[in-house]
């Protein structure tokens, strides 16, 4: 059993910032990739941020420049900073890790969602 469970989020104005955090607990072997998702209503889920392991960010256009993810592995935890933030940054934002269990198996595992809502 692997959790993945978020915090932070709410509600921001545009221009302001917020600040969400994910930590994964349970039968964990190894985590490779973290990072987080987002769904807008109507709209299909989209990688906004990941890093791997070894600390390489990646990031969707729309938010470089403006979102820092980092990672803390010795916690099992990723962060995401938003600053600057637009009213289309609204979504539910799920953290997903890319893991291997101590029974070995590779999975992908996603959190409940934490929703992000800017208003104008």
């Known amino acids: 059993q692997v959790q993945l469970v978020e915090s932070g989020g709410g509600l921001a104005q545009a221009g302001g910032s917020l600040r969400i955090s994910c930590v994964a607990s349970g039968s964990i072997f190894s985590i490779n990739n973290m990072g987080w998702y987002r769904q807008a209503p109507g709209k299909q889920r989209e990688l906004v941020a990941a890093?791997?392991?070894?600390?390489?960010?990646t990031y969707v256009d729309s938010v470089k420049g403006r979102f820092t993810i980092s990672r803390d592995n010795a916690k099992n935890t990723v962060y995401l900073q938003m600053n600057s933030l637009k009213p289309e940054d609204t979504a539910v934002y799920y953290c997903n890790a890319r893991l291997t269990t101590r029974n070995l198996y590779r999975i992908d595992a996603w959190g409940q969602g934490t929703q992000v809502t800017v208003s104008a």
């Open positions: 890093m791997t392991s070894g600390g390489t960010p």
